[in-house]
T-cell receptor, first 115, second 115 residues
Framework: EAGVAQSPRYKIIEKRQSVAFWCNPISGHATLYWYQQILGQGPKLLIQ????????DSQLPKDRFSAERLKGVDSTLKIQPAKLEDSAVYLCASSLNSALGSPLHFGNGTRLTVT | AQSVTQLGSHVSVSEGALVLLRCNYSSSVPPYLFWYVQYPNQGLQLLLK??????LVKGINGFEAEFKKSETSFHLTKPSAHMSDAAEYFC?????????????FGTGTRLTIIP
């Protein structure tokens, strides 16, 4: 089966610019996650979707970050405007459902550098 | 709230030697515990998980982990290290939540294999 696809792989922007990341989950996976992984830290959940509805966005900085999952398939994560501290790898993951027996499948991530 | 602590951000072992990566958890109720591996420039891959069944859990690539409630630990071991085991390893914890469990990751341990 095809894995979780993310693009772009790398992105360099200046602070105050905007940026968008795209994720295509594994076909049939109802649950989609966006994680932020800052260098030297473990991934931190930003937002979780179940189909096209948001389940948890408690750690999403909503003043600058937004995410959507139209039609319950692909998802985009946007940052506007970016700050230096947003430099990180943004990982998308999907699972068949949100139950614990359903493992997360991760994409290779998008490495964002904000200068 | 649940959390995990990984002791040692960097571990080096010789090829063929025992691998031991330490993880301690904090949780008010019996948790679910996971180990993930991340190879350079890739996403995370599930190695193994504990979900309140057998306390000794076997995973992929010859790894295993033992849940010890008395020590609040879930250390990852492999009897004989291989060069291909060089990667970053993350311990993660989740609490049962009626099908809406969320993972909290540790800060990771980078494993280096010495030829």
């Amino acid at each position: 089966e095809a894995g979780v696809a993310q693009s772009p792989r790398y992105k360099i922007i200046e602070k105050r610019q905007s940026v968008a990341f795209w994720c295509n989950p594994i076909s049939g996976h109802a649950t989609l996650y966006w994680y932020q992984q800052i260098l030297g830290q473990g991934p931190k959940l930003l937002i979780q979707f179940q189909n096209n509805g948001v389940v948890d966005d408690s750690q999403l900085p909503k003043d600058r970050f937004s995410a959507e999952r139209l039609k319950g398939v692909d998802s985009t994560l946007k940052i506007q405007p970016a700050k230096l501290e947003d430099s990180a790898v943004y990982l998308c993951a999907s699972s068949l459902n949100s139950a614990l027996g359903s493992p997360l499948h991760f994409g290779n991530g998008t490495r964002l550098t904000v200068t | 709230a649940q959390s995990v602590t990984q002791l040692g951000s960097h571990v080096s072992v010789s090829e063929g030697a025992l691998v031991l990566l330490r993880c301690n958890y904090s949780s008010s109720v019996p948790p679910y515990l996971f180990w993930y591996v991340q190879y350079p420039n890739q996403g995370l891959q599930l190695l193994l998980k504990y979900t309140s069944a057998a306390t000794l859990v076997k995973g992929i690539n010859g790894f295993e982990a033992e849940f010890k409630k008395s020590e609040t630990s879930f250390h990852l071991t492999k009897p004989s290290a291989h060069m291909s085991d060089a990667a970053e390893y993350f311990c993660a914890v989740s609490l049962p939540n009626f099908g809406n469990e969320k993972l909290t990751f540790g800060t990771g341990t980078r494993l280096t294999i010495i030829p």
